[in-house]
């Protein structure tokens, strides 16, 4: 018991060092900073569905993936079968599993974790050694790649290369240790590569399902960005209705239903019941989320919920990110980033590409079956759209766009 709660010190000390980091770099100024990765990632994406448009899983895959490697790392990435991706994708696939709360017994049942794992009901400690192994392929191939760059004096602006820089000037501050900056680079990645693919992934789902919303945006995107141009984050206060389809997606098929689990460190009473300490707390985003009270109407795709009559975003309406992105101490760090992420995403594939449902050989619509992952973070199954330029110009403004990130990187 004593060496349980030493440990539990030590690892909540550890967390504090990467949190401390985090919350540094990815504070709402400081996430600013890192937007033209941001872009860069997108503009990158809407190539792909100009390329690959059957493959919408895989293109959001590889945007967020993207995203998180040169945020994090400072890396750029292969156009296909980036072998930092692929690896990080693995490492993150056994993080989610475990981390959905009762997924194993030994959640109910932790004694179990002292017996051989050849008896029944231990086979979970052969898969976390698997995972272990997994997750630490994860934390160091970008790790070392990244460091090899700062020595050569490559260095691109991302959480590991300011990192490395504060260490090279000897600071003093423990948070600024190799295997704290390791693991704070990692755990971005684990962060944000499926939460991004989930949201965007569920609005083109809900897009598919009503195109009078598609149309509407689109009406207010062309109508605010220039022939020949893509939205850009400038763009924002300018597009409340892109804002409001980006909120009511968070809402819709919220991205984590249910929280991080949290262990209770004192007694607690919560509406007249006592809840003791050691108790595991799982807190209910999706129920927070689909309140009918808060939000008439909750399994109904409806944007204009966040809007005034006057077409302004409605502050009365609760805004969705109060559950949507954890809570407390813990709450995500990474939300001023990915939020306007999300914003991006969505404003440029709606401004750039029709989106309907997809035919079979005969004509027959296709029809959706809305399936999902189930894991921490739910994703969609992969499903089949049919997803086109809107014109030649939107074709143009994309490969002008890539090219143009292409220059300014050499």
């Known amino acids: 018991m004593i060496n349980e709660l030493v440990l539990q010190r030590r690892l909540h000390a550890v967390w504090r060092k990467h949190r401390k980091i985090m919350h540094y770099l990815l504070h709402p100024d400081a996430a600013l900073s890192f937007r033209p990765h941001v872009l860069k990632s997108t503009h990158n994406l809407l190539q792909r569905f100009l390329d690959e448009p059957d493959n919408v899983l895989g293109n959001l895959r590889y945007m967020a993936g993207e995203t998180i490697m040169s945020v994090a790392y400072g890396l750029d990435i292969k156009p296909k079968n980036d072998p930092y991706i692929q690896t990080a994708e693995k490492g993150v696939h056994a993080l989610v599993a475990a981390a959905v709360p009762g997924a194993f017994l030994v959640d109910m049942l932790p004694f179990l974790k002292y017996v051989p794992e050849w008896m029944p009901g231990a086979g979970f400690q052969k898969k976390a050694k698997e995972w272990a192994k997994l997750t630490m392929t994860m934390l160091d191939m970008p790790f070392v790649a990244a460091k090899q760059q700062f020595a050569q004096g490559k260095v691109t602006h991302s959480v590991t290369s300011y990192c490395l820089q504060k260490v090279e000037e000897g600071t003093t501050d423990e948070s600024y240790q190799e295997e ?42 062309d109508s605010v960005v220039k022939p020949g ?25 919220d991205v984590v239903p249910i929280a991080i689990p949290r262990y ?19 807190p209910n ?32 309406v609760r805004d969705p990110r109060h559950a949507c992105f954890g809570f407390g101490r813990r709450i995500c760090p990474g939300r001023f980033m990915a939020f306007p992420a999300v914003w991006i995403a969505l404003a440029s594939i709606i401004h750039s590409f029709d989106i309907k449902k997809a035919v079979d050989e005969d004509g027959n619509i296709i029809e959706l079956s809305h399936e999902y992952h189930s894991a921490l973070a739910i994703v969609p199954k992969p499903y089949k759209c049919s997803i086109t330029p809107r014109s030649e110009q939107h074709q ?11 220059f300014a990187a050499h």
Not at 291 to 316: A, M, W
């Open 180 to 221: 704290i900056i390791r693991g704070t680079a990692g755990t971005l990645y684990s962060a944000g590569s499926d939460t991004t693919v989930s949201a965007v992934a569920s609005c083109i789902l809900a897009l598919l399902e009503d195109s009078d919303i598609l149309k509407k945006a689109q009406r207010e995107l």
């Open 229 to 253: 141009h893509l939205p850009d984050f400038d763009d924002m206060d300018s597009l409340p209705y892109i804002t409001a389809i980006a909120l009511e997606t968070l809402r819709w098929r």
């Open 264 to 282: 209770l460190q004192a007694d607690d009473e919560y509406k007249g019941y006592r809840i003791p300490k050691g108790s595991i707390v799982i």
């Open 285 to 316: 985003a999706w129920a927070m989320l689909h309140n009918e009270t808060v939000y008439p109407d909750p399994f109904t795709f409806i944007p204009e919920r966040f809007l005034t009559n006057d077409d302004k975003i409605n502050k009365s």
């Open 396 to 406: 143009r403004a994309i490969r002008s766009a890539v090219l143009e990130h292409e």
